[in-house]
């Protein structure tokens, strides 16, 4: 049995991890197979029914522009998916290979690229967002590179962590005895060693990501309209709360369910992987 | 007094085997323990002595459970207890310490703090108090300058020093019974005596009882007045100490004292095949058959029952048969063969010192320290060198040097007369690199958990040969045979091996290179005696097949007796006395040297 095989299985003993890992596969396959299941068009709009509620044909009713809100909500999640999982990708690559090797490396280059990410995170991240995207637009290419960077940076400290907590170990000394290049050590022995913090680490990444994603089309610099977005939806419809909840709610409820996904999937991955663990021996 | 303190019936622990098979790690043990005596249980790793000695804390590693029988402890069941009861069991009436205090403390908070809290959970004082009581408890546990220790974060404190304010910590609340879980077998001897002279101290003055567990015979002799010495969870040989450490009676026992080298005798170690052979827990018969050199039929068919004979309890059938077979221990150390004057590997006024390089270019020059100071030897080919000392006298620092790690030092270190061992491992030449390898510590960090065995033996062969995959398995396959493992293993993860087979892959790895020159660095350290005596076997065979020269570092002088031809003292990283092993050991003239040779047990 491979370890990621293994590690499936234990998260998926738990409660808490069959629900999360099935409220994060619904939504991936949801975002795949949308465009065909949907019952309407999400641009096309009913004249007169505008901020109609919910009826048999339009299940989550109708939006200010009367477009069918189920449809939108189906949608809503497409592009915030394909931006946050690329994005995390990035981030986890960049910043694990940044983190190993400066906690690999210690002395002066570590203190540098510590000061240097210390620097980055005392800045917001959404100031630093807007910048970006106002500067180069919001394409989807912008925006994925522009998440993974800034949310590797955090990775940045993880991996230097568990990477100081491995280098002091003996068999980073025999593979340095043995004569092994600087990235054959980090990727061929400390790797496997701090992958499985680092994986905790990428699914706590992406729900944090997926949230600033959100937020930034609910400011309106994320998906450009008419592109059905959870953000975008709950920010146009939030003015008519008080008259129409519907158009709010539903996106409302696919985000929150997503994001729970992800974090239960996230938990029972740490708790399976020992990573929570208290003391148990006595003293 | 009516009530034995401590009264184990019948216990059995076991984990339910994949074919749905209770498998017992502990196997009808029965024990008494009296107020205020001391009890030692003895045997290799594995044979389930730390197990049954948690489990008196009422706690079971995850996936077992008790199978059978009854643990009375100060009339209670550990293991009916529930949470809250046994919060305060543990640390209140029964104290456990562990075997490595090091890892017990917690590494973040200071001394002081971790001592409040063990007072403030099991002892009635009030606050206002609880500091005089640290102080008392310190002077007990003989830690001198308390004030100065409390302030401390446990890193800063040495292994004897650890171990004694886990004591400390552990007498916090005037147990009755302490448990002691292999608490010397990081320390080095003399400090190791300290603590157990202060351990007997202990328990004469305040009578606290003694469960204390190690796979050191020698270190329980120190301490305790009986001796439990357990096989495969099962007790064999149960008796006063004394009787038993002179007439072993067991044969398990017997093997037992005969793998721990001995200073001024010559070692000789019996049954060497006898001692990787794994403990079944499942034969029918008597568990100890498959390596017992006394086997006959009965031993196989018919489970031993725990018997009375003459001053102690014992567990075999053949006893009268071994009565009468004594076999007179014999063999000596063979004359080493000399292969030519070639010196291999010369070291000259070799000086390492720890620079505290930070920021500032000029502040560092001042805070210069030299932990090995003009050190220089020389050793010829096939010949081995073993170099002697506490922790902290140097001995790590020159290893490190020689394979290039050690970035501050000064002096000439020449490989085969052609390679410089002063440059830095990084700019070494490939040919500089396999002709000499290190063999660490500690095989569960020397080697990757998360790689198989395959994937590290086949690591250095990559690195050094251009070799093809069919021919790097055929090497693979000749490293396995060389360290006597089946080829199986090399499928396993470091984790699924013992540690006596960890470390015999961790010198497999060091031999793929082909290397002229091993460095081991405490090598069998963190074995027990009888997987310790295997490895001593091994690289003995090592060295004659394959005209090996070592440099054995270490600070167990009866192991260095047994394997090197040449030794040297370090004291404060400077040799104070070196020569010949027989000369050394037989009359030693620095008063360093004397005072070694003294403290071991």
């Known amino acids: 049995m491979s370890g990621a095989e293994q590690t499936m299985r234990l998260v998926l003993r738990s409660t808490s991890g069959k629900v999360g890992v099935a409220l994060v596969i619904f939504h991936i396959v949801l975002a795949i197979v949308s465009p065909w299941v949907v019952p309407y068009d999400f641009n096309a709009q009913s004249e007169v029914l505008e901020h109609m509620g919910p009826s048999l044909a339009h299940w989550g009713g109708l939006d200010t522009l009367g477009r069918d809100v189920f449809t939108r909500t189906l949608l809503g999640g497409r592009e915030a998916l394909l931006v946050t999982i690329f994005g995390t990708a990035i981030a986890m690559v960049w910043g694990s290979l940044f983190g190993m090797f400066s906690g690999f490396k210690g002395g002066r280059t570590d203190e540098f690229m510590m000061r240097a990410v210390d620097t980055f995170l005392a800045i917001p991240f959404m100031i630093l967002l807007l910048l970006v995207i106002a500067s180069f637009g919001n394409s989807v290419i912008v925006l994925m590179l522009t998440l993974g960077f800034l949310y590797g940076i955090g990775v940045i400290r993880l991996a230097r962590a568990a990477t100081l907590g491995e280098v002091t170990k003996d068999y980073v000394l025999a593979a340095q005895a043995r004569g092994e290049s600087v990235w054959v050590i980090l990727l061929a022995e400390i790797l496997p060693n701090i992958r499985d913090a680092l994986m905790v680490e990428a699914a706590m990444r992406w729900s944090w990501m997926l949230l600033a994603f959100s937020a930034l089309s609910f400011l309106g610099f994320g998906v450009t309209p008419p592109t059905p977005d959870w953000g975008l939806m709950i920010a146009n419809a939030r003015i008519y709360m008080p008259l129409a909840p519907w158009p709010v709610l539903l996106p409302m409820i696919a985000l929150s369910s997503l994001i729970i996904g992800i974090n239960l999937m996230a938990d029972a991955l740490a708790k399976s992987l020992g990573l929570d663990r208290v003391q148990r021996m006595p003293l | ?529 009888s997987v310790q005596a295997s490895i001593i076997q091994l690289l003995k065979d090592l060295k004659d097949a394959q005209g090996l020269t070592l440099l054995f570092v270490s600070h167990d002088l009866p192991v260095v007796m047994a394997l090197a031809d040449d030794v040297a003292i370090l004291q404060r990283g400077q040799i104070c006395e070196s020569g010949r092993v027989e000369q050394i050991f037989n009359a030693p003239e620095h008063p360093y040297t004397q005072s070694l040779i003294k403290a071991v047990l």
């Open chain 2, 1 to 529: 007094m009516s009530l034995p303190l401590l009264k184990i019936d019948g216990l059995s622990i076991g984990y339910e085997g994949a074919d749905g098979v209770a498998v017992p790690i502990v196997n009808q043990v029965d024990l008494q323990l009296e107020e205020g005596s001391t009890l030692g249980l003895v045997g290799e790793s594995g044979c389930g002595k730390s197990t049954l000695l948690l489990a008196l804390m009422g706690y079971y590693d995850s996936g077992l459970a008790r199978l059978a029988g009854k643990v009375a402890l100060l009339g209670k069941d550990p293991g009916a207890l529930n949470e809250a009861d046994l919060q305060l069991f543990r640390g209140g009436d029964v104290a456990l310490i562990p075997q490595n205090a090091g890892q017990a403390l917690t590494p973040t908070l200071k001394i002081e703090a971790q001592m409040l809290e063990a007072l403030r959970l099991h002892t009635p004082l009030p606050a206002a108090s609880r500091q005089d009581r640290i102080l008392q408890l310190f002077d007990r546990v003989q830690l001198p300058d308390p004030a100065n220790l409390l302030g401390r974060y446990p890193h800063e404190l040495s292994g004897g020093q650890q171990q004694r304010v886990a004591l400390a910590m552990a007498l916090a609340g005037n147990p009755k019974v302490l448990l002691l879980d292999e608490p010397t077998t990081g320390l080095d001897v003399t400090t190791q005596q300290a603590v157990l002279a202060l351990l007997s101290e202990i328990a004469l003055e305040s009578q606290t009882a003694m469960v204390f567990v190690s796979h050191d015979i020698g270190v329980i002799g120190a301490v305790c007045e009986r001796v439990a010495v357990m096989y495969a969870g099962e007790i064999v040989e149960l008796g006063a100490c004394n009787q038993i450490l002179q007439h072993p009676r067991h044969p398990y026992t017997q093997a037992l004292l005969s793998s721990i080298p001995k200073l001024g005798q010559a070692w000789a170690f019996k049954a060497p095949t006898s001692i990787q052979q794994g403990q079944d827990r499942r034969l029918s018969g008597c568990a100890y058959a498959p390596r017992c050199e006394y086997v006959g039929p009965t031993c196989l068919k018919q489970k031993p029952r725990l018997t009375r004979d003459q001053d102690r309890e014992v567990k075999c059938v053949q006893l009268s048969e071994i009565a009468r077979m004594v076999a007179p221990a014999g063999g000596h150390k063979g004359e080493s063969k000399m292969v030519g004057q070639e010196y291999v590997l010369s070291v000259n006024n070799l000086s390492v010192s720890y620079d505290h390089t930070g920021w500032w270019p000029f502040a560092s020059r001042q805070e210069r320290k030299l932990t090995v100071r003009e050190v220089s030897f020389d050793i010829v080919r096939g010949q081995t060198l073993g170099l002697v000392g506490e922790s902290g006298s140097g001995k790590s620092s020159i290893l490190r040097t020689l394979i290039g790690l050690q970035k501050s030092f000064e002096g000439e270190a020449l490989l085969l007369d052609k390679f410089d061992l002063t440059t830095p491992v990084a700019h070494r030449s490939k040919a500089c690199l396999s002709k000499i390898q290190m063999v660490f510590q500690n095989p569960d960090a020397s080697l990757n958990p998360r790689q198989s065995i395959f994937a590290a033996l086949a690591r250095p062969l990559r690195i050094y040969f251009r070799l093809s995959e069919p021919e790097i398995r055929a090497e693979v396959e000749r490293l396995m045979a060389a360290v006597q493992l089946p080829m199986e293993y090399s499928a396993r993860y470091p984790g699924q091996l013992s540690g006596g087979e960890r470390q015999r892959v961790a010198i497999a790895r060091a031999l793929a290179s082909k290397p002229d020159v091993l460095l081991c660095d405490e090598i069998t350290s963190a074995l027990d005696v």
